[in-house]
């Protein structure tokens, strides 16, 4: 496919609303947030009973199920996205174990970029002290170096956050390789960057539509379920506690309020139910948003081959 107009790649990111139809990808994304958010609880109770090597050990596997669980779901999602058909989740998440390395080395390389512009900019500066070069050519230099470097920093975070952080994981996402993948990166920096900025503000600005609606449902279909729950069902905690699964509390958070957690096991059900539709209303948007850098990318890379 051909996208040779801004509008067409700007009608393709709109279509990333129809991501949440990808239930391979909403599994596993469900699945890496739940495995990430368990191992980081047992990670927190560890580290507080004084455990810090099994703490340790445990806040490192919650990094490794989400960032290689992460890059399975991107995986799927850019099969998607790209028209192919989407592979398993046993495939996928071999995938990334096997190509998700690729990630860290291409930011680890475009990050060494930044550096290099970082110590050329500090190098400039140093120079431009009245001890260095004197009283005359310091300031002359400092007038020099500050225009270019405002503009210079300000480009720099600015494709740092909009084309280098978001587009990187959809790079490899698609198969390319590290080097190609940095020169593509660092080519849309040099000539598309306002481009790219304005696609990603509008897949920032859909993700956040999304995650309002998404909120919206949650919060008046919880309050009532919640006073149904205390009306008909004979709940005896306060609705507006029943809601706090809603929220990402666990049971602590009822013993907490004061609540009577041990008079009847529907509080507790309502948390854990709660707790799987906190969990849905995270993934939804982050669904949303990892399709839409996927449109992104795609849009740019097909734009600039033809």
Same mark, same amino acid.
């Given at each position: ?28 994304? !469900? ?18 009973? #004084? ?5 340790? *050990? ?17 995986? *799927? ?14 495939? %996928? ?15 680890? !390389? ?14 400039? *500066?140093? !120079? ?23 503009? #210079? ?6 494709? !740092?956050? %909009? ?5 990187? %994981? ?137």
């Amino acid at each position: 496919m051909a996208h040779r107009s801004p509008l067409d790649a700007l009608n393709i990111v709109l279509s990333s609303v129809d991501a949440v139809r990808n239930l391979r990808a909403l599994y596993v994304l !469900l699945l890496t947030f739940s495995v990430a958010g368990l191992l980081t609880a047992m990670a927190e109770n560890a580290l507080a009973q #004084g455990s810090m090597q099994v703490g340790a *050990l445990e806040a490192a596997a919650a990094l490794f199920a989400a960032f290689y669980g992460g890059n399975a779901a991107g995986i *799927l999602v850019m099969d998607d996205a790209r028209g192919a058909p989407v592979r398993d989740i046993v495939e %996928a998440l071999r995938a990334s174990l096997f190509t998700a390395h690729r990630l860290i080395l291409a930011l680890v !390389l475009m990050l060494a970029g930044y550096a290099l512009f970082g110590a050329v900019l500090f190098g400039l *500066l140093w !120079l431009c002290r009245a001890s260095v070069t004197g009283p005359v050519i310091g300031p002359m230099l400092f007038g020099a170096v500050v225009p270019l470097g405002v503009v #210079g920093v300000g480009v720099a975070l600015l494709s !740092l956050v %909009a084309v280098v952080v978001p587009l990187a %994981a959809p790079a490899i996402w698609s198969g390319e390789p590290v080097l190609p993948a940095v020169r593509q990166l660092f080519l849309w920096v040099r000539q598309r960057l306002l481009t790219v900025a304005l696609l990603m503000s509008a897949v920032s600005l859909l993700t956040g539509a999304v995650g309002a609606l998404v909120t919206f449902a949650v919060m008046m279909g919880g309050r009532v379920i919640a006073v149904m729950g205390v009306t008909v069902v004979g709940v005896d905690v306060p609705a507006q506690q029943l809601m706090a699964g809603l929220f990402g509390y666990g049971l602590r958070s009822l013993g907490a309020a004061g609540a009577p957690t041990g008079s009847t096991g529907h509080a507790a059900a309502a948390l854990v139910g709660g707790g799987m539709v906190f969990a849905l209303a995270l993934v939804l948007p982050g669904l949303v948003y990892l399709r839409g850098t996927c449109s992104v990318y795609l849009a740019m890379r097909n734009s600039s081959v033809n």
